[in-house]
């Protein structure tokens, strides 16, 4: 190896001096500290497969998109059948006799697309003012009231479902769960341990809490073959049951360094050279909202 390593990070290119004096800059992430995966799926072949799940598609898409199609999905289906209702309106000639008192139109007061736009808007949202009426000598009319009833309940169920899972998921539940800033390496109880702290602000606590820890290393197997991001479970109490949290107050998770550890052969000189991630794994049920959640966590290799 070089006597000085550089490795570069797209969003943060500060240097800094660890231990040993080597200049080191700031690399690429694979989780970022707030938990957000820091990977772009790109070259996707079959797109299609994503609309074969919109109700999914719509939920994971940000807030201003959802939004739109939120906004657009109401305002197509309006003008859509309020077209329809203007339509029915010119076919039968009730545009040309608004003023005839004796003509019966398929719907009161409706003279123009604008007050089939309305009326469109008052039959699907059930707001009914009682200025715009169907009539009964209009049968087309009945089965387009009909139609637009129960396309109208579908698109308000879809609609607003997805809109009620955007707002009900705790993601920012994860803003009050604290993990320590670094993770140490010490003696405890006689035993080599890597140590980091979680905690969590709120008083409604996260029930059937566990955690869970991965290496993200480099690995060539002895084949030859290479994995750039090879994942490494990381033993913090699944034989023992302490990865199962009570997590009232803040606690201290362990991992012993043995021979079963991947840590095991790594020297300290070599723990600031080596490029890593540990990213661990919070997950339980949000106790306001009876949802189960993960949250994550990374510590990276030299800091």
Not at 3 to 30: A, C, F, M
Not at 260 to 269: A, C, K, V
Request: proline share 3%; hydrophobic share 40%.
């Amino acid at each position: 190896s070089t006597s000085k390593e550089t490795i570069y990070d797209t969003k943060n290119s500060n240097t800094s001096d660890p231990p040993g004096g080597q200049l080191r800059k700031r690399r690429q992430r694979y989780v970022e500290k707030d938990g957000k995966c820091n990977v772009h799926h790109g070259n996707v072949r079959e797109t299609y497969r994503y609309l074969t799940d919109i109700f999914t598609t719509l939920v994971d898409l940000k807030w201003r998109l959802n939004l739109l199609v939120f906004t657009l999905v109401y305002t197509t289906t309006w003008v859509f059948f309020g077209f329809i209702w203007w339509l029915i309106a010119y076919i039968r000639g009730d545009l040309d006799h608004t003023d005839d008192n004796e003509w019966t139109p398929c719907v009161n007061n409706l003279n123009g697309f604008v007050s089939a736009f309305l009326f469109s808007i008052e039959t699907e949202t059930t707001i009914g003012y009682g200025y715009r009426v169907i009539t009964d000598k209009c049968p087309e009319g009945i089965i387009l009231l009909l139609v637009q009833a129960i396309l109208g309940s579908i698109v308000n169920a879809f609609m607003v479902g997805c809109m009620f899972v955007k707002i009900s998921q705790p993601k920012n539940r994860a803003e009050t769960l604290m993990f320590s800033n670094t993770a140490v390496i010490s003696m405890r109880d006689s035993k080599l341990c890597l140590m980091f702290r979680v905690g969590d602000l709120r008083n409604s606590h996260i029930v059937e809490a566990s955690i869970r820890a991965k290496l993200i290393r480099s690995k060539q197997t002895k084949e030859g073959e290479f994995i750039p991001l090879n994942q490494t479970d990381i033993n913090v109490g699944f034989d023992t049951g302490d990865d199962r949290l009570f997590l009232v107050s803040p606690l201290i998770i362990c991992h012993e360094i043995n021979k079963n550890s991947p840590f095991w052969d790594i020297s300290q000189e070599q723990l600031v050279r080596e490029e890593f991630e540990i990213v661990v794994i919070l997950e339980g049920m949000v106790e306001a909202t009876g949802e189960s959640r993960s949250w994550r966590m990374r510590e990276r290799g030299g800091e």
